[in-house]
């Protein structure tokens, strides 16, 4: 059984910075394509990076240069290191994984993934 388990939400001020983290289970991250999603209210799921079994990643534009998402193979964990927060970096952050039929594929859909992590809250105070 594959599980997800985001933690390092928090209230924080703009300009700061925050590292997110992505417990994985059930599924090796060698073989899986990962990624960030975000919801902010009233506000549809949108991605926010992913990166693909061979390390290939992809920032949507609204990130490029503040986030940077990276593995630990051994702890089997993503993170998400978020800089230079704005209060429209809020939203409920959330890891997904898949089992890619190709390793350079980086998946961008919300449907595309199989597998969703809880979420965890993100509030950038102005």
């Known amino acids: 059984q594959v599980r997800l388990v985001e933690s390092g939400g928090g209230l924080v001020q703009a300009g700061d910075s925050l590292r997110l983290s992505c417990a994985v289970s059930?599924?090796?991250?060698?073989?899986?394509?990962m990624g960030w999603f975000r919801q902010a209210p009233g506000k549809t799921r949108e991605f926010v990076v992913g990166?693909?079994?061979?390390?290939?990643?992809n920032y949507a534009d609204s990130v490029k240069g503040r986030f940077t998402i990276s593995r630990d193979h051994a702890k089997n964990t993503v993170f998400l290191e978020m800089n230079t927060l704005k209060p429209e970096d809020t939203a409920v952050y959330s890891c997904?994984?898949?089992?890619?039929?190709?390793?350079?594929?980086?998946?961008?859909?919300?449907?595309?993934?199989?597998?969703w992590g809880q979420g965890t809250q993100v509030t950038v105070s102005s």
């Open positions: 059930g599924l090796t991250l060698p073989d899986a394509a």
């Open positions: 997904a994984a898949v089992r890619p039929r190709k390793r350079t594929a980086i998946p961008q859909g919300r449907n595309e993934y199989d597998y």
């Open positions: 990166i693909n079994s061979i390390g290939g990643m």
